[in-house]
């Protein structure tokens, strides 16, 4: 690889290391240290500026330099994506992992729309969407930062369990209970008609705007233009 691709791997070695790091094992002496509130600024800097750091050096890594999976991969990463829009349209609502004074009695509640498949709907939207990206073999960069967006996803949804659980205790070990980590698939459509109404028009809009973006056609439109 090239001096531009291994600025990309360590960039995402360290967004992704940064933040397992400062969600898990240097969380509590970061809080001590620097209270609640300073804690919240300095996760965010340093997250924006790895973040940052993956950005600019995916944009200067080689666009193309694997010879791609063809039809079949694109086929298959249109199809992964929609679910994988649907489980992140829904995991906004009643999600008890996201920061809101409700989580203990949403993780107390029977579970609905996506959470009938995954306690982790977010994270599986991510992790679907690298396996998209991975399908493709489409280039290294590309190879290179899904794989650590899914390992982040991944990974990370293991970590939460536990870090949740000596945060919420009784109340995350009940939602544990009632919820999958991995997906229930044979759920998927019982998940409502607004995670399925919208996950499909986030679907439809990020395949639209990918050509913007990337310059190159995805989805249904990669076959409509």
Same mark, same amino acid.
């Given at each position: =690889?090239?001096?531009?691709?291994?600025?990309? !791997?360590?960039?995402?070695?360290?967004?992704?290391?940064?933040?397992?790091?400062?969600?898990?094992? &240097?969380?509590?002496?970061? +809080?001590?240290? &620097?209270? %609640?509130?300073?804690?919240?600024?300095?996760?965010? +800097?340093?997250?924006?500026?790895?973040?940052? /750091? !993956?950005?600019?050096?995916? !944009?200067?890594?080689?666009?193309?330099? &694997?010879?791609?999976?063809?039809?079949?991969?694109?086929?298959?990463?249109?199809?992964?994506?929609?679910? *994988? =829009?649907?489980?992140?349209?829904?995991? #906004?609502?009643?999600?008890?992992?996201?920061?809101?004074?409700?989580?203990?009695?949403? %993780?107390?509640?029977?579970?609905?729309?996506? #959470?009938?498949?995954?306690?982790? @709907?977010?994270?599986?939207?991510?992790?679907?969407?690298? *396996?998209?990206?991975?399908?493709?073999? /489409?280039?290294?960069?590309? =190879?290179?930062? %899904?794989?650590?967006?899914?390992?982040?996803?991944? !990974?990370?949804?293991? &970590?939460?369990?536990?870090?949740?659980?000596?945060?919420?205790?009784?109340? /995350?070990?009940?939602?544990?209970?009632?919820?999958?980590?991995?997906?229930?698939?044979?759920?998927?459509?019982? +998940?409502? *008609?607004?995670?399925?109404?919208?996950?499909?028009?986030?679907?439809?809009?990020?395949?639209?705007?990918?050509?913007?973006?990337?310059?190159? @056609?995805?989805?249904?439109?990669?076959?409509?233009?």
């Amino acid at each position: =690889m090239n001096e531009a691709l291994w600025i990309l !791997v360590a960039g995402n070695v360290a967004f992704v290391g940064t933040h397992f790091a400062m969600s898990h094992p &240097l969380r509590a002496p970061m +809080v001590k240290a &620097l209270g %609640a509130g300073g804690f919240q600024i300095a996760y965010t +800097v340093v997250s924006f500026a790895t973040l940052a /750091w !993956v950005y600019f050096a995916f !944009v200067a890594a080689p666009p193309a330099d &694997l010879p791609g999976s063809g039809d079949a991969g694109w086929i298959a990463a249109t199809i992964i994506t929609l679910p *994988a =829009m649907i489980l992140l349209a829904g995991s #906004f609502i009643g999600n008890p992992a996201l920061p809101t004074p409700m989580a203990e009695a949403q %993780a107390r509640a029977e579970p609905g729309g996506v #959470f009938k498949v995954t306690r982790h @709907p977010m994270m599986w939207a991510i992790g679907l969407w690298a *396996a998209s990206h991975i399908i493709l073999f /489409w280039s290294i960069r590309t =190879m290179v930062t %899904a794989l650590a967006m899914g390992i982040l996803a991944l !990974v990370g949804a293991k &970590l939460q369990d536990a870090k949740k659980e000596a945060l919420m205790g009784a109340a /995350w070990a009940e939602w544990e209970s009632k919820t999958a980590y991995w997906p229930r698939w044979g759920q998927f459509l019982s +998940v409502g *008609a607004v995670p399925l109404v919208a996950g499909t028009a986030l679907w439809l809009a990020g395949s639209y705007i990918h050509l913007w973006r990337a310059g190159i @056609p995805a989805g249904v439109f990669k076959w409509l233009g």
